[in-house]
T-cell receptor
């Protein structure tokens, strides 16, 4: 079965600090995605990538950067974390032909 | 802004009952609708997709798509307590201003199946 892992699973950060969320997939999918999930908003797309070395802005990219150093790894970077970025973050990998996405278990981030 | 409206926000059904969810896309250029299910503490998992008008049945799950009205629904018959979860619909739409396609998720329906 498709495998997407995320680390850390839980993170507490201070306002103004730098946070890096990591994602690894073993599906050999070209596409990878970062979402955040908030009550009342569903899942919202932050950044995505079509392959190693590429990143694209999603619907809510402000305050976030992304890095795709390899086919397997995709990171989300918060250079200056703010309390409004407290959320649950999900990484996904996707099959571009049929648009199905496979999600990781999520990272719960709290910014104090 | 591309949106997917989903209803209801929450739903409670007795074990063995029928659960139904609805979604409407604001973008007529969708390719697929997907239904995802998320159990507490886990990531969403795809249940099924539909891209043709009419019904698609997979076991106890039936999706219905009406392209003219941009409306999709999901029906779960003989609901089980293990079906209790958050259900999302998602429309695959063009990524205007970018490239390729992206999924736009609805806000979710929380299903509770009472034994």
């Amino acid at each position: 079965e498709a495998a997407v892992t995320q680390s850390p699973r839980n993170k507490v950060a201070v306002t103004g600090g730098k946070v890096t969320l990591s994602c690894n997939q073993t599906n050999n999918h070209n596409n990878m995605y970062w979402y955040r999930q908030d009550t009342g908003h569903g899942l919202r797309l932050i950044h995505y990538s079509y392959g190693a070395g590429s990143t694209e802005k999603g619907d809510i990219p402000d305050g976030y950067k992304a890095s795709r150093p390899s086919q397997e790894n995709f990171s989300l970077i918060l250079e200056l974390a703010t309390p409004s970025q407290t959320s649950v973050y999900f990484c996904a990998s996707g099959d571009a032909r049929i648009y199905e996405q496979y999600f990781g278990p999520g990272t719960r981030l709290t910014v104090l | 802004q591309q949106k997917v409206q989903q209803s209801p926000e929450s739903l409670s059904v007795p074990e063995g009952g029928m659960a139904s969810f609805n979604c409407t896309s604001s973008d007529r250029n969708f390719q697929y609708f997907w239904w995802y299910r998320q159990h507490s503490g886990e990531g969403p998992k795809a249940l099924m997709s539909i891209f043709s008008d009419g019904d698609k049945k997979e076991g106890r799950f039936t999706a219905h798509l009406n392209k003219a009205s941009l409306h999709v629904s999901l029906h779960i018959r003989d609901s089980q307590p293990s079906d209790s979860a958050l259900y999302f619909c998602a429309a695959s739409v063009p990524n205007y201003g970018g490239s390729g396609n992206k999924l736009i998720f609805g806000t979710g329906t929380l299903l509770s199946v009472k034994p």
